[in-house]
């Protein structure tokens, strides 16, 4: 069974500094990869998604991720982050296995003015 | 369009009773799915239905049960609450299961 593994739990960063969440996947064949955000009291919302392509994907809010195959990761990536991206952010994976789409366990960032 | 609905809102039920939890969505999404999550262990897929009569068991399926008799509804049902099912369920909806996941607003279960 593939596995999504976010190694960065809580991240503490000053509005300005650069951004750089981990997600690495354990699954061999074709995936389909995505980074959602969770702010607080709020549902979850897509921020990219990664299929096939240029492995440097852009997304909402100057967000971007890159899809390094060999390394099975897809890390996110902000060069300047506000206050507002305080929030909880999940990687997730979907496989060419089957239709299930599994989350990781998430990274609560707290941007400190 | 109202999106993806869950009710109810909140619940608590005593250990051993019985619920099911409501996911309607009028997009017309083929897929639908229902995570639970918790602190520190993110969203866990309980199950998840890729068109109406079609059903499948995600990470955590035991002691919840589901079906799909229609596009629109994806009903949870919990068989005997116990403590440990305690925790904020959501549900999904997406066109497949490459496109974004609209979620409902999630529902909080205590078992007590």
């Known amino acids: 069974a593939q596995s999504v593994s976010q190694h960065n739990h809580h991240v503490i960063l000053s509005e300005a500094a650069s951004l750089e969440l981990g997600c690495n996947y354990s699954y061999g064949g074709t995936v389909n990869l995505f980074w959602y955000v969770q702010y607080p009291g709020q549902h979850l919302q897509l921020l990219l998604k990664y299929f096939s392509g240029d492995p440097l994907v852009k997304g909402i809010k100057g967000f971007e991720a890159e899809f390094i195959k060999s390394k099975f990761s897809f890390n996110l990536r902000k060069p300047s982050v506000q206050w507002s991206d305080t929030a909880e952010y999940f990687c997730a994976v979907n496989t060419d296995s089957g239709y299930a789409l599994n989350f990781g366990k998430g990274t609560s960032l707290l941007v400190t003015p | 369009n109202a999106g993806v609905t869950q009710t109810p809102k909140f619940q608590v039920l005593k250990t051993g009773q019985s619920m099911t939890l409501q996911c309607a969505q009028d997009?017309?999404?083929?897929?639908m799915s229902w995570y639970r999550q918790d602190p520190g262990m993110g969203l866990r897929l309980i199950h998840y239905s890729v068109g109406a009569g079609i059903t499948d068991q995600g990470e955590v399926p035991n002691g919840y049960n589901v079906s799909r008799s229609t596009t629109e509804d994806f009903p949870l049902r919990l068989l005997s609450a116990a403590p440990s099912q305690t925790s904020v369920y959501f549900c999904?909806?997406?066109?497949?299961?490459?496109?974004?996941?609209?979620f409902g607003s999630g529902t909080q279960l205590s078992v007590l």
């Open positions: 997009m017309n999404h083929e897929y």
């Open positions: 999904a909806s997406s066109y497949s299961i490459t496109e974004k996941l609209f």
